[in-house]
């Protein structure tokens, strides 16, 4: 059973508009949340994370929105450049980090077209 | 040499081969870690170490046999590899093992033939 979700597995977007990401959790003892970009041939990179006590955090034009009556989160990216083109994995883990372990989505592949 | 670097980039190995896949952090982490990437699945966290202990082991086959000698050195022994074991193998390390947010290498990419 997969407990954080992207639906979406490719998203295009023009160069300089906004680019929205969704992941949906199931597991409601998740309470941190993190973003990844990945570059091809390059492991993850730390993005962005969000706790559950928050519902916004802001970091340049890198925003995670976290609705957790909806077990939802989603990444924007305000305005969308050509690097930002990459897979961005959403990860979620839980209080006790040890048993709850880091929990990864499958990736969303992000397009910008310039 | 910074970050987290991983060895070999690439492998291609038999089914019958013995191989090892090496992992260092120069970060002066405590929590090293190895996860598989396949073909559209999540990230799969496969063994956690945390000051040369092994304190997570995802009900991973035997066949994969994980070291770690230091803080700084993490091991990913391979032998009688199925074809199906064909993935991405990401190695990560964090400051402690409670720690949520980790730093990836670049990953080893295998070949199961």
């Known amino acids: 059973d997969q407990q954080v979700k992207q639906n979406s597995p490719s998203l295009s977007v023009q160069e300089g508009r906004i680019s929205i990401l969704n992941c949906d959790y199931t597991?409601?003892?998740?309470?941190?949340f993190l973003w990844y970009k990945k570059y091809p041939a390059e492991g993850p990179t730390f993005l962005i994370s969000?706790?559950?006590?928050?519902d916004k955090n802001e970091d340049g034009r890198f925003t995670v929105f976290l609705n957790k009556s909806a077990k939802h989160l989603s990444l924007h990216i305000v305005p969308s450049q050509p690097g930002d083109s990459a897979v961005y994995f959403c990860?979620?883990?839980?209080?006790?980090?040890?048993?709850?372990?880091?929990?990864f989505g499958t990736g969303t592949r992000l397009t910008i077209i310039p | 040499e910074t970050g987290v670097t991983q060895t070999p980039r690439h492998l291609v190995m038999g089914m019958t081969n013995k191989k090892s896949l090496k992992c260092e952090q120069h970060?002066?982490?405590?929590?090293m870690y190895w996860y598989k990437q396949s073909a559209k699945k999540p990230l799969e966290l496969m063994f956690v170490?945390?000051?040369?202990?092994?304190?997570e082991n995802n009900s991973v086959p035997s066949r994969f046999s994980p070291e770690c000698p230091n803080s700084s050195h993490l091991f990913l022994h391979l032998h009688t590899l199925q074809p199906e074991d064909s993935a991405l193998y990401l190695c990560?390390?964090?400051?402690?093992?409670?720690?949520?947010?980790?730093?990836f290498g670049p990953g080893t990419r295998l070949l199961v033939l």
């Open positions: 970060l002066g982490h405590n929590a």
């Open positions: 969000i706790s559950s006590i928050k």
């Open positions: 990560a390390s964090s400051q402690e093992w409670t720690e949520e947010t980790q730093y």
């Open positions: 597991n409601s003892m998740f309470d941190y």
């Open positions: 170490y945390s000051l040369e202990e092994r304190v």
């Open positions: 990860a979620a883990s839980g209080i006790n980090f040890g048993n709850e372990k880091l929990t």
